[in-house]
Structure formats: C-alpha cells, structure tokens
C-alpha cells in the first residue's frame, strides 16, 4: 500500500485533536468517580440522556459543535476518560468492560439515569456497542459515527501488518493512556462479538464517505468494514457522509441530525 495518505491523514487528526482538546466545553467539572477526578459535562434535560464517547485520545471538546446545536431540553452526559485531559488514570485495564463499567458508575453518580441515547465516535462507538449488548435494557438508542469495527485490527488492519512508516507514526503519536486503550482494541472487539447483538432500538451508522475514494490496501480492508459494520445491526440505519473521519468536526450537522431523529423516535415510542 502507499502509506503517504495515512502518514497525512495521522498527522491532520493529531493536530486536530490537540486543537479540540484546547478548548473547553460549557459546564464542565471535576467530580469524584471511583476516588478518581473525572472531568465531565452533566447537562440535565430531557430524556432520554445522550451519552458521549470519544474517540482514540480524544477529548470531549470533539463534540463541541453538536452539543450547542442539540435541542436546549436536551439532557446529555460527556467526558473524558481517564488518563484523558483533566480526568488521572485508571489502574484497571483499559480495555471495552472497563470502560464501559465506568461509564456507568459516572452516569449514575451525576444523577443520569437510564434508558440512554448511545453516541459514540471512532473507538468509542466500539465501546457504545459494548454497553449496548452489555446492557441492553438500559440503552434507547445506538448512534456510531465512523465507529471502530469489533475486528478493525485484525488480519490486514493490524499494526504488525502495516508499513514501517504507519507503525513509526503510531507509535509516535499513540502514547500514555490512548495506547494501553489501542494494544486492547482486539480483547475490546471480542467482547462485543461474544455478546448478542442488539434489536428492537434505533440504531444509526453515520459512515465517513470520503475514505471510500482512497484504494490502498489498508484503506480497502478499512472501508469494508464501513460497509459491514451495519450489517451487525439488524435493520440499522446507515448514513454516508460526505466527511473524512473526523465527523464530529467536519460534519457535526450530520450528528446533530442523528441524535434528534433518535430522540424523536423513542419518544414517540416506536
């Protein structure tokens, strides 16, 4: 494959999220979860509560253009996971369960309760789709934006079968918390397909369009599994947008447009 494209592409989302995670969201604190700070944003609203998760690294400053555009009823939950911005690490493994349970105990302790509106970017919609089948009882809504897929990093997507220039840029730029979450994105994976998939909620996949043009090997296998990862959703809705990955940032209209839909619909009960 040309690795040149991916070299760029990990470069611009680096700065990207440096940017992102300069700026600060409205509302946010500093609270106390399993006697660690976490830094979240708790807005109180209207259920069903949006549940944000982000991405590889990523702050919650990423959705800093979908959440002033949300209906102002709107109750939401955002944060940043521990080892993330303000938020001190965690000593358990950084793998979907973890996070996932954590998650939970943060949304309880903020008064957020159940049933929510799942959104989740990149490799946090592969943890949304953990706490979906993980507790599905609990879970209105599923809406992935560019999701990781549960076998994302298997066969041609893994590290080890990439370039020497991809895996010197990740290892530049995956480090400290993000990569102990990037060495377990395979046990995440298998989670998630160890668990039945879920059925009878809305569920939206908002697709990046503009890999779909790139015809490198790894780029090939990576928009193959753009196109799948609807498949494991029994009557999903997907949604090609006319974006690189980094949706939130470049097209946060088109998650914005996902999340109201969702929210109508489960109050209205269908």
């Known amino acids: 494959m040309n690795p040149m494209p991916t070299l760029r592409r990990a470069v611009g989302l680096f700065i990207i999220a440096l940017l992102a995670g300069c700026a ?3 509302g946010t604190q500093i ?5 660690r700070p976490l830094e979240l944003v708790a807005h109180p609203g209207t259920g069903p ?25 709107t109750a939401y939950f955002a944060y940043n996971r521990p080892g993330i911005g303000q938020s001190a690490p965690a000593s358990t ?6 996070i996932v349970a954590e998650l939970r105990r943060a949304l309880q302790q903020q008064g957020m309760q159940p049933p929510y509106v799942l959104v989740g970017h990149s490799l946090g919609g592969l943890y949304m789709q953990l ?5 599905p ?13 549960p076998r994302q990093q298997v066969g041609a997507g893994a590290i080890e079968n990439q370039s020497l220039l991809v895996r010197g840029v990740a290892k530049a730029l995956i480090t400290g918390t993000a990569k102990d979450e990037f060495d377990l994105v395979n046990q995440t994976g298998q989670q998630v397909l160890a668990l039945p998939t879920v059925t009878g909620l809305p569920v939206t996949v908002l697709s990046a369009a503009q890999p779909m043009k790139e015809t490198s090997d790894l780029a090939k296998f990576s928009n193959a599994l753009r196109e799948d990862i609807a ?12 974006s690189g990955h980094a949706i939130p940032l470049e097209k946060p209209e088109a998650v914005v447009n996902a999340i109201t839909a969702a929210l109508a619909e489960v109050r209205a009960g269908r």
Do not use: C, I
């Open 24 to 26: 600060g969201l409205p």
């Open 31 to 35: 609270s106390q979860v399993d006697e």
């Open 93 to 98: 493994p950084r793998d979907g369960q973890h």
């Open 49 to 73: 509560v949006v549940v944000f998760e982000n991405g590889l690294g990523g702050h919650m400053a990423w959705w800093g253009k979908v959440l002033p555009a949300l209906p102002a009823d």
């Open 231 to 242: 498949r494991l959703y029994p009557n999903a809705k997907q949604v090609w947008v006319d």
């Open 131 to 135: 706490f979906a089948r993980q507790h």
């Open 137 to 149: 009882q609990e879970v209105a809504a599923l809406v992935l934006v560019d999701s990781t897929h």
